[in-house]
């Protein structure tokens, strides 16, 4: 019997596919990422002659958390696909709700590291000296007060014996487009290791258990655009998804499954807020802008 063929990260065509494969198919468990602060193992999933890698966080290995209700992590990840999905952007791997040998939980598409070496961000333009890297080389730390031409600033880092260094993120049309997501689904935890450029050139934010918090949450590496108006194309994209978070639509109705109504009303309100205002959300002052440890 042939072996089941690999599906490739997903496009377009493929996304309904990947869905139904991951949502249907056999979860073989090969690992444990040790890494995560949750229980998360890499498993395959098959179905039919398809086949994938995937990463599977059943709910009875979520770690309890003060300001979330326990248990509904995995909720809150298939949310953030779904409007990630709404956006017309797929920024967030495919993932499903399902059981698996742990229970229910959430299993999305494995999305493997771009080992191109080719750097996303550019260099710094100015002569200044890269300190680190990382998020697949849209983050940096730049020494002196300049970002440089193709990064955006984002804060002083203390990086020990008496050294700052300016973190920086890249100028990038991708990560201008998970910014904004990032304001709509309240995003608590956005680091560097989140980030995942693919080998074909699309750009990826994972681990979005942290999100759709009804207060002001939103901690990330990505303020490099705060204050700065919301490109056309966002306004066009927030204006649509405002539609389809409208009482009755398939949309809202989904979400409505996963996360609570005054989440969801949170939700419409950032998206409105945003419409309002055109520019991208400056920190508020009432909760901690940069998540820690930010890699």
């Known amino acids: 019997m042939p072996a089941p063929e690999r599906l490739p990260a997903p496009g ?22 040790r890494e995560a602060s949750n229980a998360v ?35 809150r990840e298939v949310a953030a696909y779904l409007v990630s999905e709404a956006t017309g952007w797929g920024l967030v791997p495919p993932t499903v709700l399902r059981d698996g040998p742990y229970g229910e939980g959430m299993v999305q598409l494995w999305i493997g590291p771009d080992e191109s070496g080719e750097p996303d ?9 890269a300190e680190g890297e990382s998020g697949g080389g849209l983050l940096a730390l730049v020494e002196g007060e300049e970002a440089g031409e193709g990064w955006k600033p984002v804060a002083l880092a203390d990086v020990g014996e008496g050294r700052t260094a300016l973190l920086v993120h890249a100028d990038d049309p991708r990560l201008r487009r998970l910014a904004v997501l990032d304001a709509v689904i309240n995003n608590g935890d956005r680091k560097g290791g989140h980030l995942l450029p693919a080998p074909d050139g699309r750009l990826y934010g994972i681990d979005h258990g942290v999100t759709f918090h009804r207060e002001d949450k939103l901690r990330t590496l990505l303020w490099g655009w705060a204050g700065e108006p919301l490109t056309g194309e966002a306004r066009e994209v ?8 409208a009482d009755g639509e398939p949309l809202a109705t989904r979400l409505a499954e996963l996360i609570t109504p005054v989440e969801l009303a949170a939700v419409r309100a950032r998206v409105a807020d945003l419409l309002r205002t055109g520019v991208h959300p400056q920190p508020s002052g009432q909760w901690p802008a940069i998540p820690w440890p930010p890699v």
């Open 238 to 245: 927030l204006t649509a998804l405002a539609a389809r978070l």
């Open 121 to 129: 961000g550019g260099d710094t333009g100015d002569g200044d000296t």
């Open 41 to 75: 193992l890499l498993c395959t999933v098959a179905y039919g002659d398809l086949s994938a890698e995937c990463v599977y966080k059943p709910v009875k290995g979520e770690r309890p958390l003060w300001d979330f209700p326990d248990g509904n992590l995995a909720q």
């Open 12 to 33: 377009v065509s493929a996304t309904g596919e990947l869905e139904e494969l991951l949502a249907r198919g056999e979860l073989t468990v090969v690992g444990r990422i």
